[in-house]
């Protein structure tokens, strides 16, 4: 049941991504939605849940990336995982460390799509990957406490942990 709430979730996002959200563009660049989500949701839940929403959002970006398809599957599922490492030592319900997170992971996606680029021999501009950081930052801060109501009862079974 938790699959296909975040894959309706997740499809959500993406329809939003490409019609509503670049009206709140700020010189062309505007947050993502659905990265953001991913990231938060594999904060959260851990690292076989960030491989389902990692592929399933880079899928979900790539059908509206034409010059490379695949390079956000391959990304997403990459920096899902390090989310989910990250997820596994803080405490949830802070807003913090995922906020921090976010910003941090969507340099590492736009500095990974410029590499990836590079080698393709396509000019991709990385100068825009900071504000979209800090855009989807913000994001991150008014979104966590919402992805977090999402079912997840391993979380709920989970012993508590001090490091």
């Known amino acids: 049941m938790e699959k296909l709430i975040v894959t309706l979730v997740s499809i959500a996002l993406v329809i939003l991504d490409n019609s509503l959200v670049p009206f709140f563009s700020i010189n062309g660049i505007y947050p993502s939605l659905l990265f953001t989500f991913a990231i ?18 880079g899928v979900l970006q790539d059908i509206f990336f034409f010059n490379g398809f695949g390079v956000n599957s391959f990304l997403n599922l990459l920096l899902c995982l390090l989310a989910s490492i990250i997820g596994e030592s803080i405490f ?3 807003r913090l460390i995922p906020v921090i997170s976010v910003f941090i992971i969507t340099l590492l996606k736009y500095i990974g799509i410029f590499i990836i680029f590079y080698l393709i021999k396509i000019r991709v501009d990385l ?3 900071f504000i979209m950081g800090l855009y989807n930052a913000v994001i991150m ?3 966590y406490r919402l992805v977090m109501k999402i079912p997840n009862e391993e979380y709920k079974r989970r012993p508590w942990r001090f490091k």
């Not at 938060?40 to 959002?57: E, Q």
């Open 92 to 94: 949830k319900s802070k």
């Open 40 to 57: 938060a949701y594999a904060l959260i839940n851990g690292k076989s849940k960030a491989v389902f929403i990692g592929v399933l959002s």
């Open 141 to 143: 801060f008014l979104g």
């Open 127 to 129: 100068t825009r990957s």
